[in-house]
């Protein structure tokens, strides 16, 4: 059996009763099931609809997002999430880099990394090698005013926790930002790369090895390991192409506001909702939220 989700926006909460009733229909789909009201709902179909990602396309338009995965152990044990543009709104790097008056540099090699024209490491070391000097003092600053956290994050964390979940933060960013928001967030842990610094100031040097699209997958293989469980409970979020590792080799890869490029190779994509949508595709109802 497989379950075919679908939401909205939780600002919009505009699904449309007699869209989700018409797919069923098509779909030769079984009862209904509202998760939120007007928000996300979802039923069961007995095979994988072979017109899918048609669908995909004409309810995208509609801004609602549809997602059609297997029934079984569809709630996961443990949440390994990617953090800038996924746990958070911003790049860190961007915006340490406007601060360092390098911004808009920086900002067109990121996206290009993040898009997989670049290689991940070398991109990082090139944007590292632009913030030499900037203060150290900067980046309490940077966190203080220009992050924000991505909507739903909190409850996504707050309810998988509840239900005994594990919560892992991995960056290809920096510990002085993980650990903050690894913190604010709830995680249970956080890993990322290190920023060198001397005399107060960036050195404009990461600290070795770095973490990128392979260390995410020995994260997701390391972290299981050690807690018992299988590659196959977690659900693993990003927006990336060094995040496509974890994603394909994770129970539940999400693509989240991803690049089109790395959204291309996931079967799971989120353009629409916000974190909460990865609780809706796990089968958990608003009612079972938790307060963050």
Same mark, same amino acid.
């Given at each position: 059996m497989y379950t075919a989700t679908l939401l909205t926006a939780p600002a919009a909460r505009s699904l449309d009763p007699a869209l989700v009733e018409a797919l069923r229909n098509a779909w030769g789909g079984g009862a209904v099931q509202w998760l939120a009201p007007d928000e996300a709902a979802e039923f069961e179909v007995s095979q994988m609809p072979g017109n899918r990602w048609d669908v995909w396309a004409e309810v995208q338009a509609q801004g609602v997002d549809l997602v059609v995965q297997p029934s079984a152990e569809r709630r996961k044990r443990m949440l390994l999430a990617d953090m800038d543009s996924t746990m958070i709104r911003q790049e860190c790097i961007d915006e340490l880099a406007d601060e360092a008056g390098v911004g808009p540099h920086v900002k067109e090699i990121t996206a290009r990394a993040m898009n997989g024209e670049l290689d991940f490491e070398e991109a990082l070391q090139a944007r590292v090698g632009l913030l030499k000097d900037l203060p150290v003092t900067t980046i309490a600053k940077v966190l203080d005013e220009r992050i924000e956290p991505m909507p739903g994050g909190k409850v996504l964390l707050a309810t998988m926790k509840a239900h005994g979940g594990h919560a892992a933060?991995?960056?290809?960013?920096?510990?002085?930002?993980?650990?903050?928001?690894?913190?604010?967030?709830?995680? =249970?842990? =956080?890993?990322?790369?290190?920023?060198?610094? &001397?005399?107060?100031?960036?050195?404009?040097?990461?600290?070795?090895?770095?973490?990128? &699209?392979? %260390? &995410?997958?020995?994260?997701?293989?390391?972290?299981?390991?050690?807690?018992?469980?299988?590659? &196959?409970?977690?659900? %693993?979020?990003?927006?990336?192409?060094?995040?496509?590792?974890?994603? =394909?080799?994770?129970?539940?890869?999400?693509a989240l506001h991803a690049k089109p490029a790395v959204a291309a190779q996931c079967d799971v994509r989120i353009n629409h909702g916000d974190l909460t949508a990865l609780l809706y595709l796990q089968g958990y109802a608003v009612t079972e939220f938790a307060t963050a």
């Open positions: 933060l991995v960056s290809g960013g920096f510990t002085d930002f993980t650990q903050a928001i690894a913190a604010e967030l709830g995680f =249970h842990e =956080h890993r990322a790369n290190t920023l060198l610094s &001397k005399g107060g100031r960036l050195t404009g040097d990461v600290a070795a090895p770095i973490l990128g &699209k392979q %260390a &995410k997958v020995d994260a997701l293989a390391e972290i299981t390991a050690r807690l018992g469980i299988a590659e &196959k409970d977690v659900i %693993a979020v990003g927006d990336g192409a060094n995040d496509l590792g974890m994603l =394909h080799r994770a129970g539940t890869g999400v």
